[in-house]
């Protein structure tokens, strides 16, 4: 089965064109650009929102309590070791 040079050039030119296309509409900005310097407007959380998060939270610290120790954590144990330690 011979497939001639012109048909692959034709499907060269279509997988491409859809490529583009594709690629184009995928990196298409999903919200308006804002001058530089200028902080958008954020909605304010609801009451009924804020006071679940606080039952959640209420629930994982019976479980899990937090630390208050404000003191200073070390994290030389996160360090790889030098050639003199090993």
């Known amino acids: 089965m011979n497939i001639g040079?012109?048909?692959?050039?034709?499907?060269?030119?279509?997988?491409t064109i859809a490529l583009s296309i594709c690629s184009l509409s995928a990196c298409a900005p999903s919200r308006a650009i804002l001058p530089p310097g200028q902080v958008p407007q954020q909605d304010s959380v609801a009451s009924a929102d804020e006071?679940?998060?606080q039952e959640v939270l209420g629930g994982l610290t019976e479980q899990f309590p937090l630390s208050r120790?404000?003191?200073p954590v070390s994290y030389t144990h996160l360090t790889l070791p030098?050639?003199?330690e090993v």
């Open 69 to 71: 120790n404000d003191a």
């Open 51 to 53: 006071q679940y998060g």
């Open 5 to 15: 040079p012109r048909l692959y050039r034709t499907l060269l030119i279509v997988f």
């Open 82 to 84: 030098t050639n003199r």
